[in-house]
Structure formats: C-alpha cells, structure tokens
C-alpha cells in the first residue's frame, strides 16, 4: 500500500514539474526575480530578468532575429518600477506587464499596466542612441494601454486608454496623446503626480483597442479576438480649428466620439501592427506557440492589403514599430508575472530585427479570408 502511494505521488509530482512549459523545451530559464540594483524612487529597474545566454538560446531558434540580438536593451520595471497606488501614493511594485512600443527620433517609449491592478498604469522612456533608461511617465488610472504611436510631425504620442472617466462609468475605447513638451519636463519623483494629458478623444466604434500605429498621416487602430478575425480602423489625422488634432470622419463635435475613415477585416490574436512605406505587419499571439509576425502589402490608392507571408517570432509577441528605414523594434510579455513561469523562451529584452532578415525568412500565410477594406 505504501509503495503504491509513493508510485502515485512521484507521478503526480513529475505531472507538475512538467506543467506550463513548451513543447521540445529543454531546460527553463534562471529567473533574476531580486536585484541589488537600487531602484531610485521615480523610476524603474533597468537590469534584464534572465541571464544573456538563457536570452541567447531563445533568439537563436528564430532566424528573422539573429542579425539583431547584439542591440537587444533590457525592458525597464521588469524587477521593479514606481507609479502611483489606489489612494494616490507613490508605491514601487513588481508586477508590470509590456504592451506597447513606439519610437521618437531620439527614444523608445514602452507602455505597461500593473497586472495586480493595484498601480497606475506607466510608459517608460529609453534613448535610442545610449540604449539607456531616462525616465517613467505614470499615467492616470490604470488603462491597458495595448498600443503606443508616435506622430514625427506634431511630436505626439498616443496610447491606447480604455480607463473610465469616473468610478461609475463603464469602459469604453478611447485614444489619448501626450506632447513631447509635457514628456520632456516631466518628473514624477518631483510632481507626485500622473502626466497631463494633451486631449482624449472617444473612438465608440471600437470595442477595445489592442494594436495601434502612426502610418502616412493616419492612426491604424485594432481590436484584439481570441477565436475569430478582429478589426482594424483607420483613423486620418488633421487639426480642427481650435488647433487641437482631430482623427476619424471630421464631426462638428469632437465629444461625440470619432468614426474611422476605412475598416478593415484584420486577424485573430491581433497583438500589434506597424508598417513601412508600402507593408503592412500585423503581431499574432497566443499562448506558448510561437508568435507570427505577418506582412501585408500595402496598395498605394486604395489601401486594399494583399499578398501575406510571415515569419516566426517567439511567444507572447506584443507591439511591434519601425523606424522609418530597415529596422523593427518588437516587445514580448513573456517576461511578466502571469507568463514568465508558463515558458521557457522568456525576451526580457526589446529586440531589433531587420526588414531584410524577414523577407529572408518569409513562409506563406494561409487564412480563410483576406485583409479587405470595407464601409466603416
């Protein structure tokens, strides 16, 4: 009786050990979940949480990221960051999980929420040339921020914010920007205080927003679905005449929302797009699979997207973003709490991968349906 207690609970044991990891995996990460970095109070812990080799063996599985490993930079907070708790008080936590990332001339903004919903929701600031951290903008509330794009011309940058106006209120989509000149002088170890937002604008026709990017004068928005096609939206951008930017099909009242100006049919498992002068590059993830990043051509008239191929990326690929001549940035949240025990491919790191290497690399994508405008 004894001997076959024991025969069961060695197998219920080994059964554990095995849960959550990926198929063909080999052998898990080493986890840095403490640091002896000393986190100043504002900011937000710049060291990677596994080790360059754990990091090294992932890359080297996915062709299309080779080129670029040596330019990986550590995503800041992973060990730690501050924000603003519930009551308004500067608390450090642990818990932040990657969503967006856009690029500026000179820096990397990279947006995470706090996945035990306990903190203000954060974009942390990188420069480009040093690879350095420089800052952290806390927001208001506690939004998911699922995409970040900057606009080069009006040197704004907007996230996606699905946070209530009030306690009572419902979420619902929303699109706000913050300008370069309140990023700049921002400083939250001083002010206290989440950053003022330069205006927000209701996008009613979209149930949540998930992807986002600044494309030729326009804002493509898209909404994530588990099991079925989701949608993406184009937004033009222009001014209205109190000088303030304004997106979607011109209304006389900015508060009563914008519609988009094209709808697209996009795909399930959208996590992130981005594009180059004539592609189109949707992010696909779910789970412990490995991500796809697929490209779309672009018609330069009339926007139709055609012509898909793909190519592999690690799992939990989130946002992607181009820098407007051969290279891409991308982020994964397999490094966040929630994910980082259930995988052994674990970038911790932001990633550049050039535009060449995916075309290399490419396979064709099959889906059931193709990437068509269409009416909004």
């Known amino acids: 009786m004894k001997a076959r207690y024991w025969w069961i609970l060695g197998a219920v044991l080994l059964g554990l050990s095995s849960f959550g990891t990926v198929q063909g995996a080999t ?39 080779q080129n ?22 500067m608390v450090k936590l642990k818990s932040f999980d990657v969503q967006g990332i856009a690029l500026s001339k000179g820096y990397l903004f990279v947006s995470a929420y706090d996945d035990a919903k306990q903190g203000n929701s954060v974009i942390y600031v990188i420069d480009r040339k040093t690879k350095k951290y420089v800052k952290t903008i806390v927001l208001k509330k506690r939004p998911h921020v699922g995409g970040l794009a900057y606009d080069a011309k009006t040197h704004s940058l907007w996230f996606a914010d699905d946070s209530p106006r009030t306690l009572t209120q419902a979420k619902h989509s929303r699109l706000s920007r913050l300008d370069w000149s309140e990023i700049k002088k921002y400083d939250f170890a001083k002010s ?7 205006q927000s604008i209701d996008l009613p026709r979209i149930k949540s927003i ?15 679905n588990q099991n079925r096609a989701g949608v ?31 709808e697209f049919d996009g795909l399930k498992q959208m996590q992130g797009v981005t594009a180059t002068d004539q592609t189109l590059l949707i992010s696909t993830s779910f789970g412990n699979d490995s991500s796809k990043l697929v490209h779309y051509d672009i018609h330069k008239d009339t926007d139709a997207i055609t012509s898909p191929y793909y190519v592999e990326m690690p799992p939990y690929m989130e946002q992607v973003a181009f820098d407007g001549k051969n290279t891409f940035y991308g982020i994964f949240e397999s ?29 064709k994508f099959k889906q059931a349906h193709h990437v068509t405008a269409k009416e909004p």
């Not at 990677?48 to 080799?53: A, E, I």
């Not at 930079?73 to 960051?81: D, H, L, N, S, T």
Request: proline residues 5%; aromatic residues 10%.
């Open 27 to 65: 052998t898990a990460p080493v986890l840095h979940t403490t640091t002896q970095q000393k986190i100043k109070v504002g900011g937000a812990s710049t060291q990677p949480l596994v080790s360059q080799k754990d990091f090294d063996r992932v890359v080297k599985k996915y062709p299309a990221l």
């Open 68 to 89: 670029g490993e040596k330019h990986a930079v550590a995503i800041p907070g992973m060990q730690g960051a501050w924000t603003l708790n519930r009551n308004g008080k």
């Open 192 to 198: 206290k205080k989440p950053i003022h937002y330069a």
């Open 210 to 224: 998930s992807v986002l990017c600044f494309y030729k004068g326009a804002l493509w928005v898209g909404f994530f």
């Open 232 to 262: 993406l939206q184009k937004y033009d951008v222009f001014y209205n005449k109190n000088g303030q930017e304004q997106i979607g099909v011109r209304s006389k009242n900015i508060r009563d929302g914008s519609r988009p100006d094209k």
């Open 335 to 363: 490094s966040a709490p929630r994910y980082r025990h259930r995988t052994n491919q674990i970038v911790d790191r932001i990633v550049q991968f050039k535009v060449a290497d995916t075309k290399k690399n490419a396979k």
